[in-house]
């Protein structure tokens, strides 16, 4: 009996190193400024690459993004050609500039190529949107994009101060998507040490409207994914057909307010 009860540590924290949840994956869409002023300049450079933002990785490898664009005042403009490729942490990412012609919300987006995540042994595809105003234009924050999973905003997803609220509706198809879970994760500075791997990870579960909710706790950038199974399989690199995650991932900035 002493010998089994001096096991049972290393059995426990086995089992629960075996439970433990992998890190979440974030597509990252991070602009240079989410406001654009005459003091900032008129060119808005992104930051595109794979990863973990609270845990500051690993960074993973990105193909060529399938999709890259911005919606303006009605009008979608195709980026995709101006992608540039980058390495981060020895992967492949991506850059973009893209220079502000006039006022208004831009709507910037991505569809990055299917990523196989041979750990969980499925397809990855984040469709992911960040918005920027321009010169106090403040329209056009809530277009949607008909993107096949996306959040809707239903606050202003820039000019938040720390501790604003985010409201969001995540849709698939087009439809509200009752009870959906949203993963949050802050684009961590190298400032914030977990104390746990909840702390990792934040997640919030839609109404049956598909509306969530988060309070910004802190100055910064944050990602909301809202993830869900696809309805039809995909091939991963070696041809089989495995399950595919499709996400919906926005990006939003919090300010401290002094």
Do not use: C
């Not at 239903?154 to 879970?181: C, H, S």
């Not at 400032?191 to 909840?198: F, L």
């Amino acid at each position: 009996m002493r010998r089994f009860a001096s096991l049972m540590p290393a059995v426990v924290l086995a089992g629960l190193a075996a439970a433990a949840p992998a890190a979440a994956h974030f597509q990252e869409l991070i602009p240079s400024t989410d406001i654009v002023t005459p003091e900032t300049g008129t060119t808005v450079d992104f930051e595109i690459r794979f990863t973990h933002p609270m845990s500051q990785g690993p960074t993973m490898d990105m193909a060529p993004p399938a999709r890259l664009g911005v919606l303006h005042d009605g009008a979608l403009t195709d980026l995709t050609a101006e992608a540039r490729a980058v390495t981060v942490d020895g992967k492949a990412a991506f850059t973009l500039s893209h220079v502000i012609k006039a006022p208004g919300d831009y709507v910037y987006f991505l569809e990055p190529a299917p990523y196989w995540e041979s750990d969980e042994g499925k397809m990855i595809v984040q469709y992911t949107k960040v918005v920027v105003d321009a010169f106090d234009g403040m329209e056009g924050w809530d277009a949607l994009l008909g993107l096949p999973v996306e959040i809707e905003p239903l606050a202003r997803p820039y000019g938040l101060w720390t501790g604003n609220l985010f409201r969001g509706i995540v849709r698939k198809d087009g439809q509200p998507v009752p009870f959906a879970e949203v993963e949050v994760e802050w684009r961590n500075d190298g400032s914030i040490e977990a104390p746990a791997e909840a702390f990792v990870t934040q997640l919030v579960k839609a109404d049956a409207n598909g509306v969530f909710a988060y309070a910004l706790p802190r100055a910064g950038w944050w990602g909301f994914a809202a993830l869900l199974e696809a309805d039809a399989p995909m091939k991963n690199p070696a041809g089989q057909d495995v399950p595919v995650e499709v996400g919906g991932v926005m990006w939003v900035r919090a300010v401290d307010m002094k």
